[in-house]
């Protein structure tokens, strides 16, 4: 993060209504999709992925980085959004060496319960009774 604060109109937790690239089905399954943009310990969930997120303010927008999961095998990128006349985020995702999306997002409230760190991948291997 740099030491520029993210601007008001960004500033907040995002919820994720559509994506560009993968089937909308299953955006939730493992909770509300959220990002969370205010340049302090900032999170992002949707579909399978759960991640940290780093981002800081750009002429046109926030820009970001991201890594964490996907299941659990380990997964990083970039991104970035803008905000449309309508009040919404329109944002790009790209997973390092893997797919690329378009995504909408609407303001939302601050999830009562926190999206939990990114699972580690060798808890994939760990037996579980």
């Not at 994720?16 to 999170?43: A, C, F, K, Y």
């Not at 992002?44 to 820009?63: E, F, H, I, N, Q």
């Not at 893997?98 to 601050?110: L, M």
Request: charged share 30%.
């Amino acid at each position: 993060m740099t030491d520029e604060e993210i601007p008001d109109e960004f500033y907040g937790w995002w919820r994720i209504t559509e994506t560009s690239q993968w089937v909308d089905d299953g955006i939730d399954i493992i909770g509300t999709p959220l990002i969370s943009i205010t340049g302090n310990d900032d999170r992002l969930r949707m579909y399978a992925l759960l991640a940290y997120v780093d981002c800081w303010p750009t002429k046109t927008g926030v820009s970001f980085t991201f890594q964490g999961a996907w299941e659990y095998d380990p997964v990083s990128g970039t991104g970035s959004v803008k905000l449309r006349k309508d009040g919404r985020l329109t944002g790009k995702i790209s997973l390092k060496d893997g797919d690329k999306s378009t995504f909408i997002a609407e303001r939302a409230e601050q999830p009562d319960e926190p999206i939990p760190n990114p699972p580690r991948y060798r808890d994939k291997w760990r037996r579980r009774w």
